[in-house]
């Protein structure tokens, strides 16, 4: 499933993951950070390209450089790396467009079988916390690795 994955910086608390995406648009810097909440224990998982002044993440330019499954993957593969640093985490993780959150979502379902090997994954539909099946429109995921 995580055959093909940009190659990451790391900070030393294992919780900001940094990346160039490489295409006909360039190398675009990204960024992915855990950003534990209110609720100790549960972080948010926040994904884009890195603005180089703010250091912040701007989750809605579209950079379309023609490498969405190999930034997935890698943003999937940094899941791996987080949890086994913090075993005990829970992710939240959302698009920040309802395009981007099905986009999750059908790389969700297109690896369901490899990700239920090592994760557990609910989605929020209609209100709740379900597991995760195939076929509904999640608004929203969160995901457990398997201890």
């Not at 993440?57 to 579209?62: G, Q, R």
Request: net charge negative; no cysteine.
């Amino acid at each position: 499933m995580l055959d093909n994955v940009y190659e990451v910086v790391i900070t030393p608390d294992f919780r900001t993951f940094e990346f160039r995406s490489i295409g006909p648009k360039g190398a675009v810097l990204k960024i992915i950070r855990y950003v534990e909440t209110e609720l100790p224990g549960f972080y948010n998982l926040g994904f884009g390209d890195l603005d180089p002044i703010t250091r912040s993440i701007d989750d809605l330019i579209a950079t379309n450089n023609g490498d969405a499954k190999k930034i997935l993957q890698t943003v999937a593969s940094t899941l791996y790396i987080f949890t086994d640093q913090y075993p005990e985490a829970i992710v939240f993780a959302t698009g920040s467009t309802n395009v981007r959150t099905r986009l999750y979502r059908m790389g969700i379902s297109n690896n369901l079988e490899a990700i239920e090997k090592d994760f557990t994954i609910k989605g929020y539909f209609k209100e709740d916390w379900e597991p995760f099946a195939l076929g509904i429109p999640y608004e929203a995921f969160l995901v457990r690795r398997k201890l």
